[in-house]
């Protein structure tokens, strides 16, 4: 059963977040530790070059942080972030983000999320810092 609450935790998580679901992002895979989520860029989300706004990326990767970091059972919350923006990403672009846990000790915890257009191009990195709290979800 302990197998099954990275996927337990992301799915009561992704019920309650309106943010991530107007933004269509889809779970593609959930480990303890890890997680990787998808979304397409849409017109409204792009700035006035006609291009994704730097928040589209980084609400991916936020997400992203938010699920590999609680998928372990115990509720965390991100306490620092940063991103640094590398290609551009345009209308119909499926851009995927991997977070992947890079440190973790019983209280702080450190991802780092690469985020990847469809022909497997770096468009982001973005680094979160956790605080894991004493609750666990179940």
């Given at each position: 059963m302990k197998n099954n609450i990275p996927n337990r935790v992301?799915?009561?998580?992704?019920?309650?977040?309106?943010?991530?679901?107007?933004?269509?992002?889809?779970?593609?895979?959930?480990?303890?530790g890890?997680?990787?989520?998808?979304?397409?860029?849409?017109?409204?989300?792009t700035n006035?070059?006609?291009?994704?706004?730097?928040?589209?990326?980084?609400?991916?990767?936020?997400?992203?942080?938010a699920f590999a970091s609680n998928s372990h059972g115990r509720k965390s919350v991100s306490v620092e972030t940063s991103i640094s923006h590398t290609k551009q990403c345009l209308i119909g672009d499926v851009i995927t983000a991997k977070a992947v846990e890079k440190s973790m000790t019983n209280k702080i915890a450190i991802y780092e999320i690469i985020i990847t257009n469809q022909q497997e191009e770096i468009v982001a990195l973005f680094k979160g810092t956790v605080y894991r709290t004493s609750k666990d979800w179940f």
């Open positions: 992301v799915n009561q998580m992704f019920e309650n977040d309106d943010f991530s679901k107007w933004l269509g992002i889809e779970v593609a895979e959930v480990k303890e890890s997680c990787e989520l998808k979304l397409t860029v849409r017109e409204e989300m006035g070059f006609k291009i994704a706004h730097g928040g589209i990326t980084y609400s991916l990767a936020d997400s992203a942080l």
